[in-house]
């Protein structure tokens, strides 16, 4: 069969993009490899009645657009949930984001003075071009504040040093946003900020104290989202893995080869791919051969998992989620799936905590098993403060592959490479979303550069580049929305 578009993937990137051109009356197929679940790392899983949040997803974007979207797809089945985190350090909680009277409190006046000091140390002398997370940071927030705030979780986020990750992801993450900023502002050492971090107070307030959330948590948008592309016209392909992109060009055409549920393989004819799978594993289905194959087997990525251990109900802390920051234990975040919403524990008598490890598959942590790990999650959470052992009556174990692509030294110029093969060889081949295009994107980015996607196809031409999506802090919030009432209007017209 022959279809206009052949998508990869039904995570919120992919559903975007074919909701979007199923509206526009194209002919599109989605493949999605999960049998069960659409919404990818964005899905909801369930245990005895239980929901989970697999990472903690926030509906909130800059974008009107994106919310406008989600309130087309749920309307009232949206939540407005009120923003509450901490961060756990040295046995204590701070909130997130910091309080100023509080830091300085909990933080006593010692340690107080050390990081005014070490932040001053860090102006006068600089670590010139910082090209890694930890020279990036000390050089905006000095080396205590590093110490304190970035090092511990950061290592157990990614696995390696500070020193080994990337500056970029530091840049993209942290900008305007820093805990260091906030601590700043409680010694109003106001004189000796950059221009960027004189900025910040605004910028701070992007921290928001509300946001939006699916009241079965962040999979039900993505199945009504796949329900309403069905309506639409368009076809879903659950359990269904991509094994073989052809190129043929006499035809201007993709031949896609895919393996279903049962086993059997089938292959389907696109004018257009759209590809949400991990960049490493879709370079290496392209045909012909791409020069750049041995470069994308370097992409590397983080995997994790999440306990989740159901309790009795102590009330013993509210927070939606809190970041753990000491060495002692490895879980590195915990999320309170009743604060998300209560209609996720069926049980008022019950709680349901989400404790999230990260690794890498294979790894000695990964290969324990459940009940080790359940077992491994009770011990944490006790020793934290934040249950009783004997309050623990169940637990379940998500596991999740590739869910961060990793920024290390080499990530930026491989993905270049590839992407300078892949514009010159394969024009019709569009990656979107956070692995598609092995970018640290939050869920509203990856719609984003589907929704783009979409208008460059509709319009025949790539108006956008998606690739600045979340490129700078600014773009989508500023770039995009004058393209969309300016130079590039008549674009959109055409595409709609």
Known sequence: MNYEVFIIGAGPAGLTAGYLLARANRRCLICESDPKHVGGISRTESHRGFKFDIGGHRFFSKSQEIEDFWTEILGSDLLVRRRSSRIYYRGK??????????A????????????????LAARIHPVSNPTNLQDWVTNQFGSRLFEIFFRSYTEKVWGMSCQEISADWAAQRIKGLSLGSAILNAF???FFRTSAERGSRKIIKTLIESFRYPKFGPGMMWERAAEKFRESGGFLNMGCRVTGLTYLQQQDMWKVTFVNVSGDP???LAKHVISAAP????IQSVQPSMASRKLAEKLKYRDFFTVALIVKEKNLFHDNWIYIHEPRVKVGRIQNFKSWSPEMVPDPQLNCYGLEYFCNEGDEVWQKSDADLITLATNEIVQLGLCIRDDVVDGYVVRQLKAYPVYDGQYSETVAQI????????????????NGMHKYNNQDHAMMTAMLTVRNILAGDKIYDVWRVNQDAEYQEVVITE????????HNKAAS
């Open 279 to 282: 960049l490493r594993e879709i």
């Open 419 to 434: 992407r300078e093969e892949l514009d010159r060889n394969y024009p019709n081949l569009h990656l979107v979303g956070r």
């Open 188 to 190: 109003s050492f106001k």
């Open 104 to 119: 300085l409190t909990k933080l006593g006046l010692v340690e107080s003075i050390r990081c005014v000091f070490s932040y």
């Open 93 to 102: 909680f701070f909130s997130y984001p910091l309080r100023p009277l509080e």
């Open 483 to 490: 393209d969309l009432h300016g130079p590039l209007a008549k």
């Open 266 to 268: 089938q292959d389907v």
